[in-house]
Structures are given as structure tokens and as C-alpha cells.
């Protein structure tokens, strides 16, 4: 039986449906609108057939600057809708281009999904009609592969013109970053958005001043500072909304965000294919920046002073207690991060201990490393202010700050989790933890590696930060000028500081980020 037979039986009354998309990449062309792809002759094409067929439309549907790569477009949806409640039995493109260009989901909509639904396809240009049995028909298939190489080569192109207007410094975001909008006279240029960027440059201020994010988001929402979603709806007259709670994971992204010192930085992330709108991170070295794109809202220097205690203070838990320390002070022998108690409320004293032995000291992972902070600052702090009121620039010295030294100390954290598990495997077959320990430890292990792998990765691909004589010597002045250095300017002027533990002694060296401050050791 052939095809026309089979479905008379049911189709003596087509209901037809007009179905009419127009993507962005179809309706320009060099510019300008090629009016053989436009709607309205798209609509005289179907309406012009269906008068000379005598068939009784039902409804139109339109999709206008949508892609044919995907088949969730919001009248082609309704179309479909219309075919399960039955009020459809008959479908009518201009070309099987305007269906899609997808050739698995077109070859479904015209191989499966319509003849099960008894819905009659007709593509005009293309002279396929499943109601009739059509070597036209047979070579579908092979019109819809034509039309999904089409658009993958579309996308190509447009990607490469795309690329190439980032390297060219021109922004191409669909919302200006916070602090900034899109300039009047053109869309591609950033200009500073005064409300928005004064709030930005208070947030940098108040984290360099010794506020964590935490600490930040309180002060902002309690001053009822609309959040960066509300504020550009403010922006464009939107009343009625509510100013919204700041988050430390804003704060952080306003911190981290390079856009702040003039520096234009796309291609973050990339779709992962032209047939997916799955967003996936670009290596950090593929990024494009462009220097002074646009007006910077803070220095680099500031800039640079938050990069760094931002680094220093990752891997710390938020908490009310932060120390001039916190986050530089290490274990000489495992590597790990030492951890601020205090513990004597009476006295005040705070003590510092190796974070591995803290959570690991039941499986011997190192020794406890216990210290005064106290006494350790106060003598760290001593020690500083001598050799800074001798600092004198090296003229000779061109100092970068890379690194090396935390690109160390993660491979080292790494290897010894993985030692780590290999001890915990094997006390669990001498059976000295139960089977469900070490598979909740060895988790946790794991999960450490996976984090620690991903900051490895993340700091072999972070450039040098140069940081300039005038620079190096300013941060001295500010040092020897404050009563009460803060925390940023120490992380500024410390790289790291190693705890050790000899013949149950402890000692420390110091390691500064200046090549004209040499390192000391001392005991505590």
C-alpha cells in the first residue's frame, strides 16, 4: 500500500498549520536583509499554496530570530502542542531549513514523529510532501545533512568574527559588568556608571581595610545598596523592586573581577558546540584581554593588594576572628596550612597548630607544631619594622612575583593526600578502620585532590604580576606609617612563613615577596 493510499483514510480535511522562522544569521547578509528569507514572504509563499490547494488554515506560527539548531523555540512548541490536542494535521514550511537544521531532530520530526501523529509535512521549495509516495521524499535526509553543515559552517564564521572583535577590545556582552553600562553612542564601549561604580570601589577599600566578604555583603545590605541584578533594573526605570541581600560570593566575584582596572576580559567560556547552549570554562590561557579598554574603577595596584589576601585567605572558613597572619603561616614538613585557635579566654593568647595533624593526627600524619601567635607575630612584626626602616630599592632588581612557590606547596599538599590514602588502605586491610571509615576518608581525600588539582591548574596559568620599585617602596612607607598594619598590606610585604618543629622547638623562616627583604629565621 502506498503512502497516499494509507493516510486518505484519515486526512479527507487537512487542518493546516503555517509554520515561519527567521534567525538572526538568516536575516542578515553583509548587513543588510535578504528579503527571499524574510517573514512576510515566507507567509505570502504558504498562504499563496494554501489558496491554490483549497486548504483551511489554522494557524500561523512565527518564530522570529530564532536558530534552526534547536527545536525548543517557543511557537514551534505551541505548534507541537496543537498536534497532540489534534487541532493539526497538516504542516507547511517554506524549505526544510526553516524546520530546523538540526538533521537528527529534523529526520525525527519528518520520519517519525509526524507520520505517527498522521501530520502531513510539506516543504515547498524542496518538493516534499509525505503524503505522497515522492522520490523527492527520499532524498530528505540528505537536504537536512545539507542544512546542519550550513549552520555549522554559519557558525564558524560568525565565531571568528566574533573572536576577532575581542581582540580588537570591543565588548560584546549581552549586560555591562556591574559599575559600568554600555555606552550610548556605542554598544561595544564600557563607560562607568557612577552610582554602581562608587559601590565597587568602597567594596575594594573595605577588603583591603581588613572587612572579609562576609563582613562586606552585612554592610552593603544593611545600607539597603541595591544588589547588581536590581540596580540595572533601577537603572532602566523599573519600579517596585526590592533592593535585594548582598552574598560574600558576589563580593568575591566584584574582587576577582579584572574589568575594575580598565582591562577587558573575554571568552571565558565558550558553548560546547554549535548545536548546544552548554556553557564550558576556556583555559585561562586562551582568554582575551585587552588593557585599558575603558576607564579603570580602581588602580591595579589595589587590584593586585586583592588578588593577593585573596589568595592567602582561600582556603580559611569564614570567621569572626581574622589575625594579621591568617593564611600565611604553613607546616615546614607537610606543607599544610597552620590553624588559629583561641583558646585561653582569659588571657587572650592564641595558639597555632599543623591543619594535617589536626584532622589526621590518629593516622601520625606529622606532629602538632604548637606555637604562641601571639609571640610569633609580635616578633615577625618587630623584625619587620627594623628591616624596613633600612629598605632601600634595588635599582638593579626587577622584581616579579610568580608562582613558583605556591605551585610547590599544591603539588606537595597532593602528593601527601595521596599518601594519605594509601595509609588509610592500608589500615583498613589490617582492619584497623571499618570498611564504611575509609570509604567516608578516602572520599574526603579525593574530593581534597580534585580542589587542590583544580587551584594547581589555576595558578600555572596565572601571569606574572610585576610589582614595580615605586610600588615596593610605598608599601614599606605605609608599613613604617601605620600603628596597626592591616592585613593586606602584610600579605603585600609576606609571601609565606614555615613553621618548624625541631627536638620539640619550634622555629620559623620568613619569606618575604620583595627581593630587598631578605629572609630570617627566628624561634618561638
Known sequence: MNRAAGMSSYSKNWKAACYIRLSKEDEKSKGVVRESESIVNQRNLLMSYIEDNGLTLVGEYIDDGVSGTTFDRPQFNAMIEDIEHGRINMVITKDMSRLGRDYIEAGRYIERYFPEKNVRYISLLDNIDTYLDSSSNDIAPFKAILNDMYSKDMSKKIRSVLHSKKEQGLFLGKVAPYGYRKSPENKHQLVIDPIAASVVAEVFQLYLDGNGCHQIASILSRRQIPIPSVHNKITVGNAGVSYGLWSHTGIRRILKNEVYTGTLVQSKYKKLNYKSQKMTSVDPALWIKTERAHEAIVSQEVFYRAQRLLDVTAHLKPSKHRYLLSGLLRCHDCGSYISLTKKDAKYGQIYGRCGRYIQYHRFGLCTPHSFNYTKLENHILEQLRDMCKNF?????????????????????????????????????????????????????????????????????????????????????????????????????????????????????DVFFSFPELQTFQGGV
Open 392 to 508: 632601600k630599592v634595588d635599582a638593579t632588581t626587577t622584581e616579579k612575583r610568580d608562582n613558583s612557590a605556591k605551585i610547590k606547596l599544591l603539588e606537595n599538599e597532593i602528593a601527601k593526600t595521596r599518601a594519605r590514602i594509601d595509609i588509610i588502605y592500608e589500615d583498613r586491610l589490617a582492619g584497623v578502620i571499618t570498611p564504611e571509615d575509609f570509604k567516608r576518608l578516602s572520599a574526603k581525600s579525593n574530593a581534597e585532590i580534585d580542589a587542590l588539582t583544580k587551584q594547581l591548574e589555576a595558578a600555572k596559568h596565572t601571569p606574572k604580576a610585576q610589582v614595580s620599585k615605586k610600588d615596593r617602596e610605598q608599601a614599606v612607607k605605609d608599613f613604617l606609617a601605620m600603628k596597626n598594619p592591616t592585613q593586606a598590606l602584610i600579605a603585600q610585604l609576606i609571601d609565606r612563613i614555615e613553621v618548624k618543629e625541631i627536638e620539640n622547638q619550634r622555629e620559623f
